[in-house]
C-alpha cells in the first residue's frame, strides 16, 4: 500500500474517522480520473457498493465525497470477493474513473 494512502488510514485510525473541522478542511480537492483514493464502504446493494472517500492518494483528506463502484465497471459479480470486503466495511483503495456526483470508482488492482 502506498505511505500516502497508509497515512491517512492510520490518522484516519487515530483519529476514529470523525468528520474534520476547521479552516485547514475547507480547501477545495477536485480529484481527477487515474488518481487513486482510500474509501470505505458505507452501502451495499445488488449493483453497486456506495463509499465514502476518505483521501486522495497524496494523502489530502477530503469531506462530504462520494463514490460507487458498479459490479459491472469493476468486472465482478455481487458474490465475489468485492462484495464480501464491502459488506465488512472493509477500506478499500480505489481508482476514480469517472468525475461525477458521485465519482465512479474500481477498486485497485492489488486490492483483490
Not at 460507487?68 to 483503495?93: C, E, F, N, Q, W
Request: glycine letters at 8%; a neutral charge; aromatic letters at 4%.
Amino acid at each position: 500500500m502506498n505511505s500516502a494512502v497508509e497515512g491517512c488510514l492510520r490518522k484516519g485510525f487515530n483519529e476514529g474517522i470523525t468528520e474534520p473541522h476547521g479552516p485547514t478542511h475547507k480547501r477545495l480537492q477536485v480529484v481527477r480520473s487515474g488518481d487513486r483514493v482510500l474509501a470505505q464502504a458505507i452501502h451495499v446493494s445488488e449493483s453497486s457498493i456506495a463509499l465514502r472517500v476518505l483521501c486522495v492518494d497524496d494523502g489530502l483528506r477530503l469531506d462530504a465525497t462520494y463514490g460507487v463502484i458498479r459490479y459491472k465497471d469493476a468486472g465482478v459479480s455481487p458474490g465475489t470477493a468485492l462484495h464480501t470486503i464491502a459488506r465488512s466495511g472493509t477500506y478499500l483503495i480505489c481508482e476514480v474513473l469517472t468525475v461525477s456526483t458521485p465519482c465512479i470508482l474500481r477498486p485497485w488492482p492489488e486490492t483483490l
